[in-house]
């Protein structure tokens, strides 16, 4: 048996340690807050519940295959927590240049015939992607998948190159689907041509939330991982880490190994090691979270997306570490008893922001500028602001805590190679070999698949380890 530490509870670390716990390993997970789910955090606002962090649950196979494997170790915990999901009846609805459009694209739309056309040639790679979120890029059984994939593309690697090359495309259309590379926060130049076929496989198979919130997510997992013997300390911060000992402000521990779920700059510093200079970053948000005095008008989807009239200016913009001119918003909007067990209507409206550590309110003339914006686009008859009886904010400022630079949600800006199934950095450390890496520091703008996928990988590769 194994003495294991997990660093972090958010989504990966819960999973680790629920996965290490019930294959028979001694698991302490320690977590610096004093709430389960890291970003994706549980809040109120006038007694209504919101979560923060990610908001929808794509690819369901990875959340599939972590059950199944959690069940078939056989452990202490034969029953596992129920999770339900609600599927939405659309991916989302966009909005940009006077296009007000849903996907999957419907009958009635200029853009209906395109659409088929492009989800036909990337909906069957739902599986090979859940393949490889699921299993080690170093593995031969990730090489059918990852062939198959990338045989999609030829010669035109990045988002903006693949798209580029669909001549039949609309050029509208194609800045819709080529939007969805700021979920890693950084523009489709600069991430793989995967990012595409993403947005295909989400209109075939549809995106989900779980019933009660995304954070049932980490609730469930923290029942998983209790019930297989491992211990959850909340509110204990690490305060130095080295091999076979990791020091808190509570206690000291010696294990034989470390799961750390911790983003990259606060991982450096409890190694004892000098922040580093991220020149560049990817984005950061400002993220209100309402309730609301009256429901919005009856059109409303669960899921819009309020797109800049400039993609290149948005990216040039945050690349900078400035203000855009004009952002991408998403709004996340829920009626009285959707989702959440909520009396009153709520709204999470969050707009994409430079990572320039900067504290913004309602107030800030850009923030201003774009709640006026968005609420036009969308039609409301008055700024989205006047609905809120009351909200909260989150900001770069707020996201800066977590140890990205300037509140980067997705950490530095990578290399193209470097984005895809060989990512940086893997997850076992080279030169500390006790040291292994989950979370989103692993897989930079991977969401909720990504994150509990690498989970899987890694407590494979303790349960395994010597």
């Keep these: 048996m194994k003495q294991v530490v997990v660093l972090g509870a958010g989504l990966s670390g819960l999973a680790s340690a629920a996965l290490i716990a019930q294959a028979g390993h001694k698991v302490t997970v320690i977590e610096r807050n004093t709430w389960l789910g890291g970003k994706s955090r549980r809040v109120e606002v006038l007694g209504q519940r919101m979560d923060t962090g990610p908001a929808l649950v794509t690819f369901p196979g990875v959340l599939e295959k972590l059950y199944a494997e959690y069940a078939s170790l056989g452990g202490k915990a034969n029953q596992i927590a129920p999770l339900k999901l609600s599927k939405l009846s659309e991916v989302g609805e966009y909005f940009y240049k006077g296009h007000r459009v849903t996907i999957p694209v419907p009958e009635n739309h200029p853009w209906h015939a395109q659409w088929q056309r492009f989800e036909s040639e990337h909906a069957d790679l739902a599986q090979d992607i859940t393949n490889l979120l699921t299993t080690s890029p170093f593995s031969w059984k990730s090489l059918p998948s990852v062939g198959k994939i990338f045989s999609r593309y030829g010669l035109n690697l990045t988002t903006d190159k693949y798209l580029k090359s669909l001549t039949w495309m609309d050029e509208d259309l194609k800045e819709v689907i080529a939007i969805h590379t700021l979920n890693a926060g950084i523009a489709p130049k600069d991430t793989i041509a995967l990012y595409a076929s993403i947005t295909a496989v989400m209109s075939s198979q549809g995106i989900s939330v779980p019933v009660g919130g995304v954070n049932e997510i980490a ?11 491992a211990e959850i300390h909340l509110g204990e911060i690490v305060t130095s880490l080295s091999k076979g000992k990791v020091v808190t402000d509570q206690a000291e521990y010696q294990p034989d190994l470390v799961v750390s779920s911790l983003d990259p700059e606060q991982l450096r510093v409890v190694l004892g090691k000098e922040p580093k200079p991220w020149p560049k970053r990817s984005c950061s948000g400002v993220a209100i979270y309402a309730v609301l005095k009256k429901p919005l008008p009856e059109n409303f989807v669960t899921h819009s997306v309020v797109m800049p009239d400039s993609g290149d200016e948005l990216h040039q913009a945050l690349s900078k570490s400035v203000p855009p001119r004009q952002t991408m918003a998403f709004l996340n909007y829920y009626r009285p008893g959707e989702i959440y067990p909520n009396q009153k209507p709520t709204v999470a409206v969050l707009l994409t922001a430079p990572a320039d550590g900067k504290h913004y309110d309602l107030n800030s003339e850009w923030v201003r500028a774009e709640l006026d914006r968005i609420s036009d686009v969308v039609g409301l008859d008055a700024p989205i ?6 909200y909260i904010a989150l900001t770069p400022e707020y996201f800066s805590a977590w140890g990205g630079p300037g ?10 190679w470097q984005s895809g199934p060989f990512h940086s950095p893997q997850y076992r450390s080279l030169i500390r070999p006790w040291l292994y890496r989950v979370g989103a520091s692993v897989h930079p703008g991977g969401g909720i698949p990504a994150v509990l996928g690498g989970a899987l990988n890694v407590a494979r590769m303790v349960i395994k380890s010597n």
Excluded: P, V
């Excluded at 609730?219 to 013997?229: C, I, V, W």
């Excluded at 602001?385 to 009351?390: I, K, R, S, V, Y």
């Design 219 to 229: 609730q469930s997992l923290a029942k998983l991982a209790e019930a297989a013997g």
């Design 385 to 390: 602001d006047e609905l809120f009886e009351d």
């Design 407 to 416: 509140g980067a949600l997705y950490g530095k800006t990578r290399k193209l």
